[in-house]
């Protein structure tokens, strides 16, 4: 079974620094792109950060030139560091794998997008 598992949430004041890291596990065979969504309470999940397998970033407005987004392709795991938080980046931080690829004893399967439980980050001004 695949699963995105998110670690390193937690309260922090502003212009504090978190970073996030999200693993996938399983027999994983690929996965084209792994990013962070977030979820502040009564808002949409929206988009922070992507990158592909080849290294492409694509960054929300209000994250970039603020967060790092990086990946391990041999290690399966996406991270996010976050410093100068402020208390509007306070939400549930998802991990996504999309377009995952898994081996399953004599074949492959693919799966569109695979979500993490969720991390929170709660950030106190």
Known sequence: ????????GGLVQAGGSLRLSCTASGSIFSIHSMGWWR????KMRELVAVITSG??????????ARFGISRDNAKNTVDLQMPGLR???????YCRGE????REEDRYRSYLEIWGQGT??????
């Open 1 to 8: 079974q695949v699963q995105m598992v998110e670690s390193g």
């Open 39 to 42: 979820q502040a309470p009564g």
């Open 55 to 64: 290294g492409g970033t694509t960054y929300a407005d209000s994250a970039k």
């Open 87 to 93: 208390p509007e980046d306070t939400a549930v931080y």
């Open 99 to 102: 377009s995952v690829v898994v």
């Open 120 to 125: 929170l980050v709660t950030v106190s001004s």
